[in-house]
């Protein structure tokens, strides 16, 4: 696993400047291409998706309002509770600002791709109804919309990308949903990760196999609902500590550029850093640029491709505008970011890993020491050259035998034996001490810390693990149909079968792997399927461009006003 871990973080690193350059340039030169589009079109967006154009007899498997909420499914997921949480805890609250601008650019990327989807999707002649009618995404206009414009053959960059989608599907539509869900779970309850995991599973499975005519059941009216508490939610404690809100503000705005390490080591203090993390985490949450939402939107019932595009725009706005920031503001103005509270610390944690840390907070994964040696409490290894014992990696500063932390631990902590021997020979297999939280943990603090002046601290952790589940569950289930359809490209509709099955696997898996892995495996994942989809948008502006020009001059959407 060291191996493995070690790999990935090389990849990261390579990979990570190039997907925020990529992206970054991608969405300002649609933005500029296409004149604004996300400003000068919302409310057209919002006027399709209410279905008052909507015409049923038209090719599709969905209405806009379903391929909306289908895609929202799939967007507003465990990215806009941990992974926003993730970003600040490592890039410090400007990661959010950051993100901001992710999804303003995002909108224009979201309705290039999701346009050009429509425009090159294919009709599956033949297919039973859980397969579907038609097929759509980047797959088909990197392969046929390069030939039609340049006559180049880019089929195997096509295959290529949706092989890469299908690989996706499985780390950050799929394992991350339920790997989220059981940490969640198994912080509040201790429940075991493979029973949470086995139950989700089982969830996902009973809705998928009804193929995307069900799913778009399901999600057109889970994914209101969800997104509607959670935002009441984040409002209600933004209500209680109202007097917080403009400083969390001010601290963005000013972090976004010049960033700070925190006293619980969150925020690495490094400009990049906090670039790299909201513009990493912002993709993450609203898929903007990465090529998954465009397959979803593809099955709407419509014969004008730009319909469904000005759909598409609302998607980075809902996702990361409002409930994004709704995450981000509430463990800002909590201060839950910079806080370290007491926990329960098992040997057998799968968020405890080692790391070298230096006198500025920075911090250096490193591999697991053969063992630490605690005098009073304190790690005798306070050297930058020696490795100390990190939860959520962010060091523990004192350690305690007693959950109570009345008992200073004085021994060996073991990581071979997963075990702590005391000096008096008792062996301990959980010791305490003050420690941060990341991912849905740190929202969950947040909730709590905001609640707690009204006496409804508790609650907290309600509201999110109940949000969690919703969240994950319906991301889970969206992104199947984007790995199906891939699979169906690849290998054909005899492969969606056994992709499902093997979807489910994956979602089993992710939930008894370790939080950091997980996360990083996606990041890998998502940066090499981004890549050639921004390129292939770029080279297919001009085309974009006269197909939108073509619909806002015509106006077809006057024909099937309903009223």
């Known amino acids: 696993m060291e191996i493995l871990e070690h790999f990935i973080a090389i990849a990261n690193d390579f990979l990570s400047p190039i997907l925020v350059i990529g992206l970054l340039g991608a969405g300002a030169f649609l933005t500029v291409r296409l004149g604004l589009v996300q400003i ?8 399709v998706t ?3 154009y909507d015409d049923p007899n038209e090719p599709g ?35 959010l600002f950051w993100m901001w601008v992710t999804a303003f650019l995002g909108m224009a990327t979201k309705y290039a791709e999701v346009t050009l989807a429509q425009h090159y999707r294919i009709n599956l002649e033949g297919s039973t109804k859980w397969e579907g009618s038609v097929a759509g995404g980047p797959m088909y206009y990197i392969e046929r919309g390069i030939k039609d414009v340049f006559g180049w053959n880019w089929k195997p960059v096509a295959m290529f990308f949706a092989f890469m989608l299908m690989i996706t599907s499985f780390f950050t539509g799929n394992a991350i949903q339920s790997n989220t869900i059981a940490t969640q779970v198994a912080d509040n309850f201790g429940i075991a990760t493979w029973i949470t995991g086995l139950f989700t599973a089982s969830i996902v499975g009973a809705v998928i196999i009804g193929g995307i005519s069900r799913i778009g059941k399901v999600t057109g009216i889970l994914a209101p609902v969800m997104a509607f508490v959670y935002v009441a939610a984040a409002m209600v404690v933004l209500f209680i500590n109202y007097d917080q809100i403009l400083p969390a503000f001010g601290t963005i705005f000013t972090e976004a550029f010049n960033p700070t390490a925190g006293v619980a080591g969150t925020g690495m203090g490094i400009f990049l850093f906090t670039l790299r993390y909201g513009v990493q985490r912002g993709l993450f949450s609203n898929e903007a640029g990465q090529g998954s939402a465009p397959i979803a939107h593809s099955a709407a019932k419509t014969d004008e491709p730009v319909s469904e595009g000005v759909v598409a725009l609302l998607e980075p706005f809902i996702d990361t505008i409002v409930i994004c920031t709704m995450t981000g503001l509430v463990i800002v103005s909590t201060g839950a970011f910079n806080a370290k509270v007491p926990t329960a610390i098992s040997m057998t944690d799968g968020n405890i890993s080692y790391a070298m840390v230096d006198d500025a907070g920075g911090h250096k994964a490193t591999s697991a020491p053969s063992s630490i040696s605690i005098t009073d409490g304190y790690p005798d290894a306070t050297a930058p050259t020696e490795a100390q014992l990190t939860y959520y990696d962010i060091e523990v500063s004192r350690f305690f035998t007693d959950a109570g932390q009345t008992v200073p631990f004085t021994g060996v902590i073991t990581p071979g ?6 000096a008096d020979g008792t062996a301990h297999t959980t010791l305490y001490g003050d420690a941060a939280r990341n991912s849905s943990p740190l929202t969950t ?16 952790k309600w509201i999110v693990l109940v949000c969690v589940f919703l969240f994950a569950v319906s991301t889970a289930i969206s992104w199947s149909y984007y790995g199906d359809r891939c699979a169906n490209y690849l290998f054909g509709k005899n492969a969606i079968l056994p992709y499902k099955f093997v979807y489910l696997v994956f979602h089993f898996v992710g939930a008894i792997l370790a939080v950091t892995t997980i996360w990083d495996l996606g990041d890998v994942a998502l940066s090499l399927v981004t890549l050639p989809n921004v390129i292939t948008l770029i080279l297919l502006s001009g085309l974009l461009k006269k197909l939108t020009d073509s619909y806002f001059e015509r106006k077809p959407w006057v024909k099937n006003k309903t009223s």
């Open 417 to 422: 034996s997963l075990s702590a021997a005391a």
């Open 50 to 52: 209410t279905g008052k």
């Open 445 to 460: 603090l947040g909730f709590e810390i905001g609640l707690e002046p009204v006496g409804l601290a508790w609650m907290g």
């Open 40 to 47: 000068r079109r919302l409310g057209h967006g919002f006027a």
């Open 61 to 95: 498997d969905l209405s806009h309002f379903q391929a909306l909420t289908t895609a929202l499914s799939a967007t507003v997921g465990t990215g806009n509770i941990a992974g926003v949480a993730l970003a600040i805890h490592w890039g410090g609250p400007g990661a």
